[in-house]
């Protein structure tokens, strides 16, 4: 694969098996992704420049020839190089298909710099060829997660939040209802601490879990074909730009090559 010195020429891929696998291909990026979360596991194999990834509690490390796994619901997020960029193959992959490799257990990858050039190499491959159906992609994929669970995850799952108080409470209020004032006095606290506290339950800023909401429905949406005006007005965007600018630096990718990627499967 030819990886010139073309920057931020990322795309995002969907397949029509194994849960509707998503692949992003991030090439010479320099832009950063904010503080967010999945509901996949993200299984990243690292192809140019030391790759970062800033966690609640520490900043990870993962060199070239590394795979950079984040757990689902783990929030996270991925500072990029500003001048060369990162390059990396990130597969998105489904909770329910890990746990069901992993024999039906709940699993938590405690270790998320692997190094395990086999593996590594394996992956690679399978990234760079997922669209030639002339071999078993989806059992040689299958295969090599198992052996990335087998050698490097644990059975039980580290909780992320000691509760969903602040979090079940944004869950039920609109885009046009969120005000921060508004939802901080109905916990008799100022903005400030409840901005704190709710940071400490979510890994995330009221704000950012508001921001992340309206990106997660606006993909939905997108994936159903529907028009990329209608998507931002829907989701609470001010416009396109305003629209197009926040889904690529959660995404890697802007609202239309991400739309693409689902309507050509």
């Known amino acids: 694969m030819d ?17 509707g696998l998503e692949i992003l291909y991030a090439k010479s990026c320099t832009t950063d ?24 509690d520490k900043i990870l490390q993962a060199p070239v020839g590394t795979i950079c796994i984040t757990n689902a619901d783990e929030v996270h997020a991925t500072p990029c190089d500003s001048i060369v960029g990162n390059s990396f193959f990130t597969f998105y992959i489904s909770s329910d298909l890990m746990i069901k490799l992993n024999n039906n257990q709940d699993l938590f990858f405690n270790e998320k ?33 198992k052996r990335l669970i087998s050698r490097n995850s644990d059975v039980e799952k580290k909780p992320y939040k000691k509760s969903n108080l602040y979090q079940n409470l944004i869950n039920n209020i609109t ?46 949406m997108l994936k159903k074909g529907n028009s990329i005006f209608d998507v931002a007005i829907d989701c609470g965007f001010y416009d396109n730009s305003h629209f197009y600018k ?17 309507l050509s499967v």
């Open 3 to 19: 990886l010139k010195n073309n920057k931020n020429l990322n795309k995002y891929y969907q397949t029509s098996f194994l849960d």
């Open 33 to 56: 992704f904010p503080p967010h979360s999945h509901s996949t596991y993200n299984i990243s194999l690292i192809l140019k420049n030391t790759f970062k990834t800033r966690l609640e």
């Open 246 to 262: 926040n889904f690529k630096r959660f995404i890697g990718v802007n609202p239309l090559e991400f739309q693409n990627a689902f």
């Open 113 to 145: 710099v692997i190094y395990n050039q086999d593996v590594f190499k394996e992956l690679y491959f399978l990234a760079s060829n997922f669209n030639k159906m002339d071999f078993s992609f989806e059992s040689r994929l299958k295969l090599a997660l």
């Open 175 to 220: 885009f046009d209802d969120f005000r921060l004032d508004d939802v901080a006095s109905q916990f008799g606290v100022n903005k400030y601490k409840f901005i704190r506290l709710f940071k400490q339950e979510t890994g995330l800023t009221p704000n950012n879990f508001v921001l992340l909401k309206k990106i997660e429905m606006s993909k939905e």
